[in-house]
């Protein structure tokens, strides 16, 4: 597809093998320039296919020049990301593909968080705890919360996956103004979110604390029964609003 993008006939990129073919867009992405979102993402994810790390970088290079960070997470990583859960789903990647291409935005969200760490935080009147419910590993949407916390000077302390509402009884009681954010995309799955809203507030035994939760669970949950200290935040950007 990507070189029938460039103008390739079927017929000359069909005597090639898969080798020759993969090595024939490595060279165009190489020596070209991302012209749109589209090219990027199947530049992303050629990278992927042939665990390229170099291309990745290049890829991502090239897009900070003409793109924020902001940008290129919601108009090009999140769409390719869906596409990949797509394609794991088809079967045509394999777990590895999407654990390594996962890994290498994370570096990215990470390095940005560390600039921003240097600085103290600017805004003091309230600490962001961020944390994954017991069994729930898929970290990259907290990671990219924590970014645009700390990016807006408030204190953050990341816990990030797999955390039993009992360790964060302490936290609660000993940090002032506490906020608390998670990001819910397979787990619970065996409660509902509003019933994992109400036993966070039993297990941590503070009703006055707040709570804000994000990811694909939250998205159908209806707000009647939820706790008022709870906030169900159904994008991203509306929490950049909130904050």
Known sequence: VYLLDHDYKISKIAKNSSAEIASIVASI???SKLGSNSNARNSFKIAMMNFDQKLFTKTYTDLLEHHSFREIFFQIFIPFLEEIGLLWQAGVVNPAHEHFISSLIKQKILLLIEHNDINEATTADKTFILFLPENEIHDLGLMYLNYEI?????????????????????????????????????????????????????????????????????????????????QLIKTVEAFRALL
């Open 150 to 230: 700390v990016s807006h000077g408030y204190k953050s302390i990341y816990l990030g996956q797999s955390i039993p509402n009992e360790s964060l009884k302490y936290l609660a009681n000993n940090q002032t103004n506490a906020n608390f954010v998670s990001y819910l995309t397979v787990k619970p799955s065996d409660i509902s979110v509003t019933q994992f809203a109400h036993d966070f507030n039993k297990d941590i035994q503070n009703n006055d604390v707040s709570l804000f939760l994000l990811g694909r669970l939250v998205q159908n949950e209806e707000t009647t029964n939820i706790p008022p200290n709870v």
């Open 29 to 31: 992405v190489e020596n």
